[in-house]
């Protein structure tokens, strides 16, 4: 860790503070950080060079681009933090900025599903596979009210409901909502309600499902743990989560072709976010490989909503 004088002179940079503080609440990439603080590329290089050096930033490699996020930081730069927050002038306006640049993310990744509204079963999906769903079906307790979040047009929704009590579908793409109530309509399903929203603001209420279905969708997510936060929040007490998602690989073209935000998640994370949101009896497996390149693996994990 390098000495406090040393950070204390690289945080002393109005517009290094002013990075600082995106990076507190969201991670970003150079061009992300251009865009909000309206600088050069080589003044925010720079600058990022110089908060890695004083060991306050950290990045991660994600497709063409680096991801950069704040480390842990407690004591006075901590203090320091909260102090700018509300005397650098341009704080706010920053923030503003900063959740556009975030929309325009989610907004490329909608745009994405739309335009293979109506197709998508019939087009490949990576990771996508009966024999995994089989795995995950066998697990479930019927008659459940039951969530089923990233459903795109609601396949698997109309699955589950020939079991279920209830399914609610949720999925941020409103194209992919009416599809699915077309599909729904046009099978006689009438135990699926489709509603537009957003896997980290799920528009459910509180212990309103006894299940919760991430089929292939986690890794769309920008912050898979909120996802799993808000799953942990519309469960009732003891329900289930279950997870059907790519296991971690390195096939970065996923992000191009299928508006991937994650390249799958190993064991080790699903576990850690389970558990951060309160589950219990956490289990995880791979479940399916693909024998085609490049042999994308199907992850499952199940958990229990602990009771109160």
């Given at each position: ?87 650098i002038p ?74 279920a009590k ?83 690989h390195r ?58």
């Open positions: 860790m390098p000495s406090i004088v040393k950070i204390l002179r690289v945080v002393s940079d109005p517009n290094r503070l002013r990075i600082l503080l995106l990076l507190q609440r969201e991670e970003l990439s150079v061009a992300e950080l251009q865009e909000i603080l309206g600088m050069g590329q080589s003044t925010i290089s720079t600058h990022l060079s110089q908060l890695r050096q004083a060991e306050l930033v950290e990045d991660r490699r994600t497709g063409k681009s680096n991801l950069y996020r704040l480390l842990p930081v407690e004591g006075v730069v901590a203090e320091l933090l909260v102090q700018a927050r509300n005397e341009e704080a706010a306006q920053d923030q503003a900025a900063m959740r556009r640049v975030l929309k325009k993310r989610q907004d490329k990744m909608r745009s994405f599903f739309d335009s293979v509204a109506g197709r998508l079963g019939r087009d490949y999906v990576p990771g996508r596979s009966w024999k995994g769903m089989a795995e995950a079906l066998l697990r479930l307790m019927p008659p459940l009210v039951i969530a089923d979040l990233g459903t795109g047009e609601g396949a698997f929704a109309l699955l589950l409901a020939e079991r209830k399914v609610i579908a949720v999925d941020t793409s409103a194209k992919m909502i009416e599809v699915g109530r077309e599909n729904a309509l046009r099978h006689g399903v009438e135990n699926v309600e489709f509603r537009l929203g957003d896997m980290e603001e799920i528009p459910i209420a509180d212990a309103e499902v006894d299940l919760v279905f991430f089929s292939q969708s986690l890794h769309h997510a920008l912050h898979p743990e909120r996802a799993v936060d808000e799953a942990a929040r519309i469960l009732a007490p003891g329900g289930r989560i279950v997870i059907l998602d790519l296991a971690k096939f970065e073209e996923a992000r191009e072709m299928y508006a991937d935000e994650w390249l799958g998640f190993s064991e080790v994370e699903i576990e850690a976010m389970l558990e951060k949101a309160g589950f219990t009896q956490v289990q995880t497996s791979i479940v399916h490989k693909e024998p085609e390149t490049p042999q994308f693996q199907t992850l499952l994990a199940v958990a229990n909503k602990r009771n109160p």
